[in-house]
């Protein structure tokens, strides 16, 4: 369909490993938004983009993840040396105008760290 | 400290009648709320949404109510079907409207059971 897709689905990294997990929006979104949604908590903000340019990464819980959306369109969201704390679900959301309009959210990427 | 809060962590309703679901704010700024629902393995679809500048808004089976003095809204479901069993998330936004820049955020969730 036309959705919001992510890949991979799940994901099993040893800790200290480097992950990336994708984003696909749909097309002609310009905002971005990836959250972080840890068991029985509601997801939580990491960071935003507006086309290509990461407006807000306020979100991101440490250096060792980082965000990018190079060409406006896909997005990638890198975890260096994952740490077993970082085991969540990873939900990306677009949205066609800015911040604050109505999100449409991916099916999300399960990361277990073990 | 949760700007947005869901104290119900579950509910359960008979099929066929109301479920309401309840979601508190701290933050006076925020002045855009949502509901999303979510069913497991699949992300949160937006459901309904209320401006600040109402009290209510409808949509089919669903009905938001704001209380901005109790800083309070509440998602009224009826008749309530089976297929409504998910997980429902609060969020609010300070959306301003010359400067949508603001991110949305999420409640806990709360867990809503459809009783046979």
């Given at each position: 369909g036309a959705g919001v897709s992510q890949s991979p689905r799940y994901k099993v990294a040893k800790r200290g490993q480097d992950v990336a997990l994708r984003c696909d929006p749909?097309?002609?979104?310009v905002s971005l938004f990836w959250y972080q949604q840890a068991l029985g908590q509601g997801p939580e903000f990491l960071t935003y983009f507006q086309n290509e340019a990461?407006?807000?990464?306020?979100?991101?819980?440490?250096?060792r993840f980082f965000a990018e959306r190079p060409e406006g369109s896909v997005s990638t969201l890198k975890i260096q040396?994952?740490?077993?704390?970082?085991s969540a679900v990873y939900l990306c959301a677009s949205s066609f105008?800015?911040?604050?309009?109505e999100q449409y959210f991916g099916p999300g990427t399960r990361l277990t760290v073990t | 400290d949760q700007q947005v809060k869901q104290n119900s962590p579950s509910l359960s309703v008979q099929e066929g009648r109301i479920s309401i679901l309840n979601c508190d704010y701290t933050?006076?700024?925020?002045d855009y709320f949502l509901w999303y629902k979510k069913y497991p393995a699949e992300g949160p679809t937006f459901l309904i949404s209320i401006s600040s500048i109402k009290d209510k808004n409808e949509d089919g089976r669903f009905t938001v109510f704001l209380n901005k003095s109790a800083k309070h809204l509440s998602l009224h479901i009826?008749?309530?079907?089976?297929?409504?069993?998910a997980v429902y998330f609060c969020a609010a936004s300070a959306?301003?409207?010359?400067?949508?820049?603001d991110k949305i955020i999420f409640g806990k969730g709360t867990r809503l059971h459809i009783l046979p």
């Open positions: 749909i097309s002609g979104h990461q407006l807000d990464k306020s979100g991101l819980p440490s250096d040396r994952t740490q077993q704390e970082d105008g800015l911040a604050g309009d | 933050n006076s700024m925020f009826v008749p309530s079907q089976p297929g409504d069993s959306f301003r409207l010359l400067d949508r820049d």
